[in-house]
């Protein structure tokens, strides 16, 4: 927990570009349904509304006035997202601004989630990309008040922050957003993911074009790419990396079963072999799933705890209202389900063709399927 003491600078771990800060009670629920969906960012909210799962969840706890933790909020993030009243968050960084071109893009919420400001370094700081990403995320109203928005273009460093994507590398993020923001041919290939990324009511730019495939994105040699896909990249489509960036969508769904007592090293090491053989980012999977009778099997929860992916089980007879290819008599009598992990996966994600069906290994059995959008 963080102690804010007068005249004391707090230690904060930082892991992320963004950091969200609340102090109130329903402004702590809505900090923490936007820290599950926003990418990069990073939670700070009062001691007092610990609900237990801080830790687990990465979620930094303070005692005392935010306005002594904003100071090294203000050092070490790009943008900072309050949830605190607009009035109150003025009054609190006026005395530690410095400048326009250092300060850090700053965005408020209001205690019910209905209106995302930009409030400080809207140009520069990114404030106003930051507004309209936040906004769509909690489906909220963005309000922009500088006399020329410049809300034309992608955001690259939050391109698809909203629906949790996120970047194989941070390497290319500013040639990229330069290629972007001074209007050379850009080209978008996406081959999974939410494709509702686009927010605003116009076309995108025409120095942006999507691309059916990267070999034709390829064979139009842009200045730079952008790359949405749950897949490993083959080593002839790596030359359109040169300006470009990976974003990895969160569409991966595992089914796993498992005997009971399965060492959480042997869960992890059949995921890995299994993504790998299947040419799958481990970036992209969102969930694990199994049955219900798993729910509290130790090495399944230090995996999915470990990884920070959802866990989800289910009832025997809701698998078995599932498709399943191959339904087991044996599997039937102990667990009452024909199948584990591939009804699991199918549930889950809604694809009917899975790019694995089932495989058993050891004392694991694995399934894998891709979210169709």
Known sequence: MIELQEGIQPSVVQKNSYAI?????????????????????????????????????????FSGSVRMLLPTLFRQYKGIIMIISLGAVVRMI?????????????????????NVI??????????????????????????VTTASDVQKTIPVDLFGSRFGWVWDSAEKLTPVSASVVNEEHVAIVQESGEPNWWMYDRPLPKHIISYPSIAEAIQAKPKAALIVSHR????????????????????????????????????????????VQLNISIKSVKALCTIDLKKDEAGLLEVVEKYGWEFVYYPPA????????????????????????????RLYSGAEQLELVKKKSGNVTISVGVIPF
């Open 21 to 61: 800060v609340a102090i109130t009670k329903h402004g702590v629920e809505l900090s923490r349904r936007l820290h599950t969906v926003f990418a990069h960012s990073d939670l700070y909210y009062m001691s007092k509304f610990e609900k237990g799962d801080e830790e687990q969840k990465h979620i930094q706890v």
């Open 318 to 345: 809701e698998l078995n209202r599932a498709a399943i290819e191959a339904p087991s008599d044996t599997v039937f009598t102990y667990t009452g389900a024909y199948g584990v992990s591939e009804p699991a996966v």
């Open 232 to 275: 490993l990249l083959e080593k002839e489509e790596e030359v359109i990396l040169e300006n470009g960036i990976v974003f990895r969508p969160k569409t991966v769904v595992i089914g796993m079963g498992c005997n009971r007592g399965t060492r959480a090293e042997e869960i992890e090491q059949v995921i890995l072999d299994t993504l």
């Open 94 to 114: 006026a005395p530690i601004l410095k400048d326009k071109k250092t300060d850090p893009g700053v965005v408020v919420i209001d205690d019910r989630g209905e």
């Open 118 to 143: 930009s409030v400080l370094s809207g140009h520069l700081g990114g404030a106003n990309e930051l507004t309209h990403e936040v906004a769509a995320a909690l489906d909220a109203r963005a309000i």
